[in-house]
């Protein structure tokens, strides 16, 4: 099975809808998250000078999170993180995109993780719930049940519940996986 095809079939199990399958990547949404894969070809990486060049080739305009798959992705995340910081400060293009490094060797573990962080960091986008939570355990205020879910765990081998809960007073995230 290709990389692309374990991809497509980790993400449409925690929910995401497919929105562009290419070689190399994979734009994909849940609820209002934008989340692109990027597998990354081999050993080529293109060292991009410019940081527009960069975020075109890339297409990362219209995403939130983006996904690196490579045998060395922490490498390669630090500079598309050093580039889009350059962006910023060089051509005033300010794009809200978290960028997750995952290893190619623990691919479904690592995006199961990868996943997991990006739904944390975007609770608002990805929220499909707003109930009252368990209480803050920095401020004893009820917390607000933001996101909830249930998926298989290629790392905990069953079922989990996911619960991504947000206290609004102290902004406390909690992200909390029940096995069963």
Known sequence: M???????????????KIRVVRDDSIKADLNRLRAKVWV?????FPWWSNPLDMIE????NDINAL???SERPYVISDYIMNNLSRARYWFNKELNIKVYAINIDRLEEDLEDGINLAITNFYREVSNVMLRGNAC??????????????YYSRRWRTWVNEYVEVCEKCKVISHRLTLS
């Open 57 to 60: 080739e890339l297409d990362l």
């Open 67 to 69: 996904f690196v798959i």
């Open 40 to 44: 990354v070809p081999g050993d080529y």
């Open 2 to 16: 290709r990389i692309i095809d374990k991809v497509i079939e980790v993400l449409r199990n925690r929910g995401f």
């Open 137 to 150: 355990p920095s401020c004893g205020s009820p917390m607000a049940l933001m996101y909830s879910s249930r």
